[in-house]
């Protein structure tokens, strides 16, 4: 009778201290889900650059929405305008959520990308969208702030003798211009607006 008593007097702290266990386990699994959710973003978009109306446009005009950022050219053959394309059905996607996100293009060709350039083509895809364009000497400045990469490739079929190579993510800021995330060319519109909903 005594043994049982003891057992189950040991029984009963194990069950204890499991349940101790499992709580500091929960609350370990809490305090690192607010520390992740509190880190400062990887980097944040600044850009002062000139839209397709000719207005200078800079991160602080977007303040208070998401932006959907797509760095690429207005010649491009394939990539930017499939991409601006699935940009153009996530707005439509939005419905009444779509004023919370401002999509941008960013041209990494300005030689050629001029507002009025620009001004004919980003409209094709949705009024909403705002193409930026800027100085030689302003969009080479672009890597220094977001982590993407293009250059100029001779091509002596391409409009102007030559083409750009260039990262091809879509990239997603938070209200505060800080980075939210990001999606590889080819994603689809549906698995982009699911996550953005989620967001807004």
């Not at 991160?59 to 950022?69: C, I, K, N, P, Q």
Request: proline share 8%; glycine share 8%; net charge negative.
């Amino acid at each position: 009778m005594r043994l049982k008593s003891y057992q189950k007097v040991l029984w009963g702290v194990a069950a204890l201290a499991g349940a101790a266990l499992v709580s500091a386990m929960l609350w370990a699994d809490y305090n690192a889900d607010r520390a992740r959710s509190t880190e400062p973003p990887a980097f944040r978009a600044a850009f002062t650059l000139t839209d397709h109306r000719g207005q200078v446009r800079t991160e602080r005009d977007f303040a208070g929405r998401w932006m959907l950022v797509f760095f690429g050219f207005a010649n491009c053959p394939d990539i930017c305008p499939t991409t601006l394309s699935e940009v153009a059905a996530v707005m439509e996607g939005l419905g009444d959520g779509a004023a919370k996100v401002q999509p941008l293009f960013i041209s990494i060709d300005p030689e050629r990308d001029t507002p009025e350039a620009l001004a004919g083509f980003v409209p094709l895809f949705d009024d909403r969208i705002i193409g930026l364009t800027g100085t030689p000497e302003q969009i080479a400045e672009i890597p220094e702030t977001f982590p993407i990469y293009f250059e100029r490739i001779e091509e002596a079929g391409a409009p102007g003798g030559y083409t750009m190579g260039h990262t091809s993510h879509l990239l997603l800021f938070d209200p505060e211009a800080g980075f939210a995330a990001s999606w590889p060319y080819g994603a689809p519109a549906e698995e982009i607006l699911a996550d953005l909903r989620k967001r807004i």
